[in-house]
């Protein structure tokens, strides 16, 4: 069944094992998870197909709570079920129904060409849920004041606001159907000053909701102008039954009138 859309002759790629599957393991990184898997169990609980790919980070499984058959990995880094850069999926175009991108765009050279990727591989009305760190939130100024010589997974991050991703998707033809700011709190390193600030998670999404650390969205590839193909007897059919009341109007109109006119 894979090798009915996976390409053959597919490059192989050679990668560094990403760290931020490491730092996920911080107390930081974990605050950080715990809320981005809740939303993405949301989801792609709902999404329905025959496959779907989780893209990058294949050590975390983002689609845990997705019900479709044959889910699988890609990535560069060990533990994928296919090796491949994001950048050139080795997928037929149009063969997935759901594709998920955690913190993909903003850890890839080229983000853009990432997304048009992902779109290319999706089918129509297929879905997309991308997370990444939000530039309008206190962990966008604390890598502002963090020294580039020195910053380390996540402050090395490319950071992509949420209207900049809005309009990447726009012109790709998605719609966004979904999404949420989170992680409110202070990028604290600690657990106990974490959970000294877990106040701010419900005051944050009440006050002060587009600020949160991180955002998950999530959006369906429109096809314009797509239309289902008819079979010519079909349409015959309809045709005549279309015009039939249409004849009998118009016979009964030139009855009246000529009956009248005599």
Known sequence: MQQSFVQN?????????????????????????G???????????????????????????????????????LA??????????????????????????PHVLEFHANPHEVLREAER???PEGQIVISGFNTASLWRLRQLFTSRRRAAVPWD?????????RDWLRVLGFEINGGKFGCYAPPFRQQLWLERFAFMEKAGARWWPLLGGLYVIRAVKRVHGMRL?????????????????????ENA?????NHHGD
Do not use: C
């Open 121 to 123: 591989v999706l089918m």
């Open 253 to 257: 109109a030139r009855s009246h009138k």
């Open 76 to 101: 560069l880094e060990p533990g994928a079920a296919i090796a491949a850069d994001p950048l050139q999926l080795p997928l037929a175009s149009q063969s997935v129904d759901l594709v998920v991108l």
């Open 229 to 249: 193909v008819t079979p010519a007897w079909r349409m015959e059919r309809a045709r005549r039954r279309s015009l039939a009341p249409v004849s009998q109007r």
């Open 35 to 73: 809320w981005e898997l809740a939303q993405f169990d949301s989801a792609v609980d709902d999404v329905f197909g025959f496959r779907a790919v989780q893209v990058g980070l294949p050590e975390v499984d983002f689609l845990r709570q997705n019900r479709i058959g044959f889910r699988f990995t």
């Open 9 to 33: 002759g597919a490059p192989k790629y050679n990668g560094e094992r990403s760290s931020l599957s490491g730092w996920f393991g911080t107390p930081q990184g974990a605050y950080v998870l």
């Open 157 to 165: 991050a490319r950071m992509i606001g949420l209207l900049r991703l």
